[in-house]
């Protein structure tokens, strides 16, 4: 069973409808849509914005819902000049952009007693999601990298700036790793893909309801493909 999680409405939506769906099933305030998606067994739910629904989201889908690996889709801001708007980034690993607890001589992003600064996502997911993009999007742009994500919508250059100077991740967004910190406790495999909506600079707020739609559409087309070509495994 696949769990697959985003953030909003918008993102799952499409998602549901693509979907031949059994039964739904509502946790903490989240719909659960329980069925197949292009061949695969999945459960598709929207989270809500943030770290803490995520996680919460996360520990649910393998609590209630048996699944054995974890997607989640979204869009992201970019933190790398060389990657546009409308591009995609697939996760190596994902790094908690605002915790710190530097005080106690960790570095920026560690959680303290943890014995991993970032969670890294499975190798055969990352392979099958980069094959995925290359077939469903084949004329965009995708990246492969870290993927940072706080409870801040980012939108202020120098903020961007010190992200990119601390973690030197691709793009920045508010689930991921809380999702991969989930997952990773329960050792769960798992892999993000994210859609680039803005810049995470001064212009984000502008450009962001601009191109939320192209970049949710993207995601869409290619969380089927992926679905399609992992059916069955
Ligand atoms: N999701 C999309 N754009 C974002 C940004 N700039 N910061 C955080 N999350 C985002």
Redesign the pocket.
């Known amino acids: 069973m696949t769990g697959i999680i985003g953030a909003m409405q918008e993102e799952v939506q499409e998602l549901v409808e693509a979907m031949e769906v059994e039964r739904t099933e509502t946790k903490a305030g989240m719909e659960f849509f329980c069925g197949t998606l292009e061949g695969c067994e999945a459960v598709v739910v929207r989270c809500g914005i943030g770290k803490v629904n995520a996680a919460v989201c996360t520990q649910i889908l393998i609590d209630d819902f048996d699944v054995d690996r974890i997607i989640n889709t979204g ?3 970019s933190l790398d000049a060389s990657i546009d708007i409308a591009d995609v980034v697939v996760s190596e690993d994902l790094v908690h952009h605002d915790m710190d607890a530097t005080g106690f001589g960790y570095p920026k992003g560690q959680i303290p007693r943890m014995d991993t600064l970032s969670f890294k996502a499975e190798e055969e997911m990352i392979a099958d999601a980069l094959r995925a993009c290359e077939t469903a999007v084949p004329h965009i742009g995708i990246h492969k990298g870290r993927i940072v994500s706080g409870d ?4 202020d250059p120098v903020k961007k700036k010190d992200i990119i100077d601390n973690f030197q991740g691709k793009c ?3 689930e991921g790793a809380a999702i991969a910190q989930a997952s990773y406790l329960n050792g769960i495999p798992f892999v993000v893909i994210r859609t680039i ?2 810049k ?1 600079d001064d212009s ?1 707020s502008m450009d ?1 309801p601009e191109f939320e739609k192209i970049a949710i559409a993207n995601s869409v087309k290619i969380i089927r493909e992926f679905c399609r070509i992992t059916a069955g495994r």
Not at 152 to 155: G, L, W
């Open positions: 869009i992201a801001g801040q919508f980012v939108s920045t967004e508010m909506s803005d995470a984000a962001y």
